[in-house]
């Protein structure tokens, strides 16, 4: 056991960050909201962790703090300027947005080394810590689901209106669910860096952001594990077929647009399909 | 040199423009954000380079053939994704989502096909007349493509505005419903949106690839997100804004090369859309009124 | 003029054409209101703009007193308009209960309570549940709490509306076409309910095709027509105006 963890540590560890961060995404696509901000918001996260720990010598928990703090602080800010506008400026801002970041960090050589990056970041990021933090999504999505806020967030992907006229603020609410999402995003950046070791611009560009929306929608919005098994599933499908880059990019677009197309519920519905479909026959 | 940096502006802004008024027209008569138009643009680029390289085409007859083809492929878009998720009443991000994933697969397939490094048009097949005026040297390609450009927002103009078939698009951007109660052909007017719409992204790119001598699998990321910076400039689905806007887009950027340098040219247009959001957010020319609730 | 709600000089337009040009009426508190018109007369659009969905573009809309025209829907909520819809807007996953209590807004539990899960949730979830349940008794309900609302009939899920627009507690109650695809028992269980909200206090204002229901529940009707207000009076005067008769004939031969 311990022989195949050192084995896939790699793989694993990259399972788990990629899992956290999709479920940043999974809260925002409940209430109608698809952001590619992910990248820029981890890029913010990253850069301040790395400045923290390796310029001004702060220990690795401080920093992450910092780093969930300044992705919370960059979600509030973006969010605030475009949720009280319609529905669709949104994902176009926040794909600006990361575009915006990296071009920044392109040119802001002293403190992200520039188009080449920066090289010996420490490792400090630990299998148990992406575990736990993994542990307290899938947590704080279940205890979301059964309870007022929860059926709320469900009438939001439904009918923006109806909630509204039921006397909720739906943007307040985007609002607040977009600054967890990016203190989510801003922690698994810093994670991500000191767990790669290694940070450059284009890591945090639009594919970054993509990846991150595409799990949740691959594994299934609706279902607590489908962060999980989405990111899993993007993660692990390109170390198993060791096919060209281009075959792969063809592959996770086929997949995912089949499961958009045919499996709107997502592949961690599948079992309870299988199984329904069954008792039928 | 002002001369000169208007030309450049202007040229430039004519392909944004194009590309953005395809992007606009989905959006304002369909409703949905197509994010795979960048992925067709590049394709558009990557035909008329092969009719040139391999078929040994003329030029203006393997654009012709690159625009052709971009607007199937804009079509097989619109069946493909579109029209399956339409008929579900799935909803809006999963359009966006679907959309991103096809244009993944158009890019890994331009991968597989053409290769991944950056290549050009054979030097024979371009304009390569020169024109000085004073101290500026405008490149007779400059011309063309403007000229080109401004013809294909124009024939569209006129086609929306005189013909019946404009007609019938312009009525399903009112109401759909409307649209299904007097009789307008709403699926074949969801297919053609989508046509011409691709047929505008293949001749951007066809245009972008003669002006900056570079085709490559992921020229479709950088115009893609141009297209959105016009859309917000010119108003969500309105197509002069867009022409309009993708000019403005053209001559900021290139002010911008000379003002600060070409580090931050891809930022300026973000620049310019925060502003927007924040003092006009329906866009500089629009009419429509944003979302309330 | 203790006038709940005052419309003055209303207009809307959608590009050239007039929803809705220079209505003014006014509701007084506690009175049962009756707004009909033929199709397209701009009864929905008036809804719209009262309950903050759409903002006119001219005039003024007064709820007791204050100027409230292009505020936000949630917000009208809060101060106390509430409104069903034309087109059923209920979450068909959420049961009828959850429906309605998506628009209690006391008790409520605070985002710690729901996150961690603290005692004092299961109460305050509780005695939610028990409100709503009780509002769907109110519209005659009982049994249908626990009934995912895309499983019930047309009628009851119209019931089921009138309940969330009851659970923010509204002094001004706006229902569009609440009988519609409702049976002859229904409606009249219906036309009791509404005859019932003038002793809570609640302000009707009443848009709706069925002519028995609104001769006999309002106390007084606003005629619309082509976005005009046409007639208004009370019910048996309005029912013998020439000018109503004939714009009902004329949409009839249209």
Known sequence: MSDLYAAYENVIDLCLLNAVLAFSCLLLLRVNLLSLA???????????????????????????????????????????????????YFAMA?????????????????????????????????????????????????????????????????????VAAAGHDVARLQLGLFTASGAIAGLGGALAAHLNLF???????????????????????WNLFGAVVGAAILTVLPEVLRFSAQLREILIGAVTLLAVLFLPTGIASLPRLLLRRGRLA | MILQQLINGLSLGAVYAVFAVGFTLVFGVLNVLNLSQGA????????????????????????????????????????????????RGAHRWMGMVASLAFARILIGAAQEVFG??????????????????????????????LGVALAMVLALG?????????????????????????????????????????????????????????????????????????LILGGLGNVAGALVGGLLLGLVEVGSVVAVGSGFRDAVGFGLVLLILLTRPTGLFATREAKRA | MDALLAIRGVSRRFGGVAALANVSFAVPAGAIVGVIGPNGSGKTTLMNLVSGVDAPSGGEILFEGRPVQGRPVHRL?????????????????????????????????????????LPRLSHIEGERRRQAVSLLERTGLDGAADRPAGDLSYGDRRRVEIARALATRPRLLLLDEPAAGMNATEKRALHALIAGFRADGITTVLVEHDMDLVMGVCDHLHVLNQGRAIASGPPAAVRHDPLVIEAYLGAEDA
């Open chain 3, 77 to 117: 909520a809060r101060l106390g308009i509430a409104r069903t819809f034309q087109h059923i807007r209920l979450v068909p996953q959420l049961t009828a209960a959850e429906n309605v209590a998506l628009a209690l807004h006391e008790p409520e539990a605070s985002l710690a309570d729901t996150l961690l899960r």
């Open chain 1, 38 to 88: 992910t990248g820029g918001l981890m890029a913010i996260g990253a850069y301040l962790s790395i400045w923290l720990t390796m310029r001004e010598g702060w220990p690795f928990g401080p920093a992450l703090l910092a780093a969930t703090g300044a992705g919370a602080l960059a979600a509030a800010g973006l969010g605030t300027l475009v949720l009280r506008l319609r529905g669709d």
């Open chain 2, 116 to 145: 991944t490094q950056v290549i050009r048009y054979p030097d024979a097949t371009l304009v390569d007349a020169t024109l000085v005026v004073g101290e500026a040297r405008i490149q007779g390609l400059q011309v063309v493509a």
């Open chain 1, 199 to 221: 940070v450059a611009p284009s890591d945090f560009g639009f594919l970054r952001s993509m990846d991150a929306v595409i799990a949740p929608v691959l594994g299934g919005v």
């Open chain 2, 158 to 230: 006129l086609l929306l505005k005189f013909t019946n078939f404009g007609r019938a698009i312009r009525t399903v951007a009112f109401s759909e419903t409307v649209a299904r109660l007097v009789g307008a052909p709403v699926a074949r007017v969801r297919g053609a949106t989508f046509f011409l719409s691709g047929t505008l992204a293949g001749g951007a790119g066809v245009l972008w690839s003669l002006l900056f001598q570079s085709v490559s699998p992921f020229m479709g990321d950088t115009i893609l997100l141009k297209g959105l910076t016009v």
């Open chain 1, 94 to 162: 926040t794909l600006a947005f990361t575009e915006v970041v990296r071009i920044l960090a392109l040119n802001a050589d002293p403190v992200t080394g520039g188009a080449l990056g920066i090289f010996g970041i420490p490792k400090y990021t630990q299998t148990w810590q992406l575990l736990a933090l993994l542990a307290l999504a899938i947590y704080l999505v279940w205890a979301l689901r059964r309870s007022s806020l929860g059926d709320r967030m469900r009438a939001i992907a439904e009918d923006e209106l109806a």
């Open chain 2, 40 to 87: 067709v643009f590049m394709w558009g680029a990557y035909v008329g380079l092969e009719m040139v390289r391999t078929l040994q085409l003329p030029l203006p007859a393997a654009m012709t053939v690159a625009v052709m083809a971009a607007g199937l492929l804009g079509v097989v878009t619109e069946w493909l994704v579109f029209r399956p998720l339409q008929r």
